[in-house]
């Protein structure tokens, strides 16, 4: 079991995933270090934590390897008992392989996978200076299935599940304290997909509208809920998080057809959207 206290580091903390690990981790006595690029959106929720807890606010682009370093560094002295990271800043990109070119794929891979990367290997020093320590790295579960359209975003969030666990069983040999779990949310109500950037071979606007649309008619799982998942999780030392039903039922999928999963699950996905 690993003991939520002294102080978490999470990314992408302005809102979504991140905002709502917040809110639940200061409540059960976690200081906090905050980072996003949304500084004015970080000190509102600071405000709202309250004196309660210590927290720390940090404007970091994940996608710049020297913006996470001085995160680490900062968040470190600030909280000398931090001892859980969890890299949960995400991004989506829509478009088929065709429709995106090599720059969006690029900028992609910077916040989602080397973001995650670049976080790991920042805090970890530190990490495993405490007693027991827990990194959480958010992949999604198009990091165990990968849908057409979405070939920067899986592969992106495959090499997170890949990296995660194999850092995850090097610590673990090692004899480390520190722990490590990887997430896969499947449909949760934040605001990924209405700010996903769209392919520059994407010219036809109603596709965007009808992707928003399926996702957010789709995504049952409430931030809070999902935080409350990895917080189980965190408690536990998962390895792997598993957030939703859909999730879940995916992931079954894939085992029992690995190589022939898409047609069922497009099936199901379109019943999904529309709400039977």
């Known amino acids: ?8 580091a999470i990314t992408g903390a302005a809102s979504g995933i991140g905002r709502a690990l917040a809110v639940e981790l200061a409540q059960r006595g976690c200081d906090l270090a905050l980072a996003d690029r949304d500084e004015a959106a970080l000190k509102t929720l600071a405000a709202e934590i309250g004196t309660t807890r210590k927290v720390s606010v940090h404007r970091v682009d994940v ?3 020297a913006d996470i370093a001085q995160f680490a560094s900062e968040a470190t002295t600030a909280h000398p008992a931090l001892g ?3 890299n949960n800043v995400g991004v989506a990109l829509m478009g088929s392989f065709e429709e995106i070119d090599q720059a969006q794929m690029d900028w992609l891979f910077d916040i ?21 320590a827990h990194i959480v790295n958010l992949s999604s579960i198009f990091g165990i299935i990968a849908p057409p359209g979405q070939s920067a975003y899986a592969a992106a969030k495959f090499a997170v599940r890949g990296f995660s666990e194999s850092v995850r069983h090097e ?22 997909a ?3 950037r769209t392919g ?14 399926r996702f957010e008619n789709a995504a049952k799982t409430t931030p809070k809920d999902a935080a409350l998942r990895i917080i189980r999780g ?4 998962e390895p792997r998080i598993l957030i939703g039903n859909d999730a879940r039922f995916m992931d079954l999928l894939q085992r029992f057809r690995p190589g022939t999963y898409w047609a069922p699950l497009q099936r199901k996905l379109e019943k999904m959207a529309k709400g039977t």
């Open 1 to 8: 079991m690993t003991t939520i206290r002294g102080a978490a």
């Open 63 to 65: 996608g710049e390897p």
């Open 84 to 86: 859980i990271v969890i």
């Open 112 to 132: 989602n996978f080397w973001g995650v990367v670049h976080g790991t290997r920042a805090f970890l020093p530190h990490l495993k200076t405490q007693a027991e």
């Open 171 to 192: 610590l673990a040999v090692a004899g480390s304290p520190v722990r490590l779990s990887v997430v896969h949310p499947g449909g949760v109500a934040t605001a990924i």
């Open 194 to 196: 209405r700010n996903a």
């Open 200 to 213: 520059i071979g994407v010219t036809d606007n109603a596709r965007r509208a009808q992707s928003i649309d």
């Open 234 to 237: 965190i408690e536990k030392n």
